[in-house]
């Protein structure tokens, strides 16, 4: 079974500043996606950046980027320019690339912008 | 595009009693997914329905299923309420050949 693991409960930045969220994965497939999810306090979460496994590429979407080192199974998010609408929980998510529409789930990284 | 659309987004009930919760994806999306959100267990894939038929169950016990409609909307029931079951319900859709799933606001469910 796949496993995603956020090391982080919470992190906190200075707004401007560039924050990096963690996330470790565990998987036997080679084909799969990887996401950031963000969840504001309104709740609805929203989708931040995708990567699929066989780009090598990192996925970049204005100032959000991701690390993305697959033999580590390591996936971090980058945010630049911290504002202060980035403050939210940040999920990280796995999902098969087999069709089925499952995500696994990181616990979340709760992060604070200081003005 | 209309988004995914969860309802209600609110709701009381006691333990014992059932509940059903409603998802309507947003248009041309055939797969429906539902999570349940805690604080203690955070988020839990429940079920995914593709083309009315369950193609994958998290595990959860036969208390929650789920089906869904020739529209694709979805439903989900819990039977035998219980306290441990208050939680965020969020449901998700895809379109066939996407990676990415759009979540809705979520059921917010409360058991007294």
């Known amino acids: 079974a796949q496993t995603v693991t956020q090391s982080q409960p919470e992190m906190s930045v200075q707004e401007a500043e560039t924050v990096t969220l963690s996330c470790t994965y565990d998987?036997?497939?080679?084909?799969?996606?990887l996401f950031w999810y963000k969840q504001p306090p309104s709740r609805q979460m929203i989708l931040v950046i995708r990567?699929?496994?066989?780009?090598?590429q990192n996925a970049t979407e204005n100032r959000f980027s991701v690390n993305f080192q697959k033999a580590a199974k390591s996936f971090s998010l980058k945010i630049s320019d911290s504002q202060l609408g980035d403050a939210a929980m940040y999920f990280c998510?796995?999902?098969?690339?087999?069709?089925?529409?499952?995500?696994?789930f990181g616990q979340g990284t709760r992060l604070t912008i200081n003005p | 595009k209309a988004g995914v659309t969860q309802t209600p987004r609110y709701l009381i009930k006691t333990r014992g009693q059932q509940v059903t919760l409603s998802c309507s994806p947003i248009?041309?999306?055939?797969?429906v997914s539902w999570y349940q959100q805690t604080p203690g267990q955070g988020l839990q894939f429940l079920f995914e329905?593709?083309?009315?038929?369950?193609?994958n169950k998290g595990n959860f016990p036969g208390r929650f299923s789920g089906r869904q409609f020739s529209n694709s909307r979805s439903e989900m029931n819990v039977s035998t309420l219980e306290l441990g079951d208050s939680a965020l319900y969020l449901c998700?859709?895809?379109?066939?050949?996407?990676?990415?799933?759009?979540f809705g606001e979520g059921s917010r469910l409360t058991v007294l």
């Open positions: 998700a859709t895809a379109g066939v050949g996407t990676g990415e799933l759009f």
């Open positions: 248009s041309g999306h055939r797969s």
């Open positions: 329905y593709f083309s009315e038929t369950q193609r």
């Open positions: 998510a796995y999902r098969s690339g087999k069709g089925a529409q499952k995500l696994v």
């Open positions: 998987t036997s497939e080679s084909d799969y996606y």
């Open positions: 990567q699929e496994a066989y780009k090598q």
